[in-house]
């Protein structure tokens, strides 16, 4: 991060690594040009951006340090000068009833409006992202044609998710009260949502679910939310934010918001995702790829896991062969893992290796990984001591490529669990492999 003249526009506060490269995906593609940094930046340097994203570790922790860490973040944000700020959570809206979008959402709420205006004190939560299958309609969260209870997130090892009507989840969370943007004041257009803001905050609502079922009506809220101080979601409600900015005249049009440099090395894949995607991604590449299978269990009994994983990987990577270490399991599989190592257990012991082999393949010349997992990667980037990452072209909805900044680059794609194809590892590394984007 340098000094220089150009302060951001937006500011961005992530709860986890891949839902921060997410949303600076769809920023860039919008014509922002973006930098994502990992965790709080030490500096307040200016930094030469319009849009700054903050890569939070805070999905699944304590609710209390979940809130602390965002503030520290949204001061760094504030202190950069940013005119209007995004909460952003993942699009199947992973939480738990003790928190932790509501705590937060509040905590901003609060700090950036204050008592002294009730009417600023107001804003959405949209988590739709038609795009990638997620959608909202009557308050109601669906995963394609399911609803979200019913997608694969209720087996979810941290966040099970089994109510898929967002007002109640967020109820549950929040001292706020929480109302409804519905599909039809939507469908009525931008002057529309905003008259349903109106009476929503005359009726005391402080956050609302906002109903979107397309990319066009994430366009007319992400319009309607121009004058909105903190706006919270997924990644798809932020389609629409560079045009407000552009409309304003704040926000010129950048043909270099893409660009990421070509990062030379070998390559290699880390999976601790246990979504359904990713479990299709993973048996997509062990048909014809190398792959080497994490045993949590036997990490457990203090079996030299890293050290096989690590030998399994030179084998290839001596042929310049990129390889797979996973510890992917089904539903069935992990909740026998939870079962005998406990919950939080099971969870820190997989990123705790899954990081541990990531710096043993740095070592080893890997500079090009495919991170799958929020947890994961938030493991795997902090383990690599990744400080920032310039966001390049889009690999598949909700996943771009990106590049450290520094004397040692690194390439990385970082996908969240439930995103990507099948053949999505593949396309990936290919994608990494043929930078400059």
């Known amino acids: 991060m340098t000094s220089a003249t150009q302060r951001a526009l937006l ?28 965790g709080v930046p030490a500096s307040n340097d200016i930094v030469d951006a319009d849009a700054l994203v903050v890569a939070l570790k805070s999905r699944t922790i304590p609710a209390a340090d979940a809130v602390a860490q965002s503030l520290a973040a949204l ?82 090892p941290l966040t ?3 109510d898929a009507n967002l007002v109640r989840v967020l109820q549950r969370q929040t001292r706020s009260k929480v109302g409804l943007v519905r599909d039809s004041s939507v469908a009525g257009g931008v002057a529309a949502v905003r008259d349903a803001f109106d009476a929503l905050r005359d009726d005391g609502v402080r956050m609302a679910i906002a109903d979107a079922v397309s990319d066009a009506d994430l366009y007319v809220l992400g319009e309607a939310c121009a004058d909105l101080t903190l706006i919270t979601g997924g990644s798809g409600i932020a389609l629409g934010l560079p045009g407000n900015f552009r409309r304003a005249g704040l926000l ?22 246990a979504s359904r995607a990713t479990l299709a991604q993973v ?9 080497f299978r994490i045993d949590p269990l036997a990490a457990a009994r203090g079996e030299p896991v890293i050290d096989e994983a690590l030998a399994f ?27 005998r190592l406990g919950v939080n257990e ?42 920032t990452l310039r966001i390049g072209a889009q690999i598949e909805p909700g996943v771009p490529a990106t590049a450290t900044t520094g004397a040692d680059p690194l390439a990385l794609a970082l996908k969240s669990g439930n995103f990507g194809s099948p053949d999505f590892f593949g396309k990936a590394l290919r994608h990494l492999e043929g930078a400059a984007s």
């Open 11 to 38: 500011g961005c506060i992530a709860d986890d690594f891949t839902g921060a490269t997410d949303l600076a995906n769809m920023l860039v593609r919008g014509g922002m040009r973006t930098v994502q940094s990992i």
């Open 75 to 156: 001061d760094w944000l504030r202190a950069q000068g940013c005119r209007q700020f995004f909460f952003k959570y993942c699009s199947t809206f992973d939480s738990t009833d003790a928190g932790n979008i509501g705590p937060v959402a509040d905590a901003l709420l609060d700090a950036l409006t204050g008592e002294r205006d009730a009417k600023a004190a107001f804003t959405i939560a949209c988590p739709a992202f038609p795009e990638n299958g997620r959608t909202i309609y009557r308050g109601h969260l669906f995963v394609g044609d399911v609803l979200l209870n019913e997608s694969g997130m209720e087996n979810h």
């Open 160 to 162: 099970p998710m089994r």
């Open 252 to 273: 010129m049009e950048a043909t270099d918001a893409a660009y990421v440099p070509r990062v030379e090395g070998l390559s290699a894949v880390l999976a601790g995702s």
């Open 283 to 291: 048996a997509a590449w062990r048909e014809s790829r190398p792959a």
């Open 313 to 339: 990987a030179q084998t290839y990577l001596d042929n310049a062969e990129p390889v797979l270490i996973y510890a992917s399991a089904t539903p069935e599989e992990v909740k026998d893992v939870q079962r």
């Open 346 to 387: 099971a969870g820190h012991l997989v990123e705790h290796t899954l990081a541990e082999i990531a710096r043993g393949l740095h070592a080893r010349g890997v500079r090009r990984f495919v991170v799958a997992g929020g947890e994961t990667s938030g493991a795997v980037v902090q383990a690599l001591d990744v400080r």
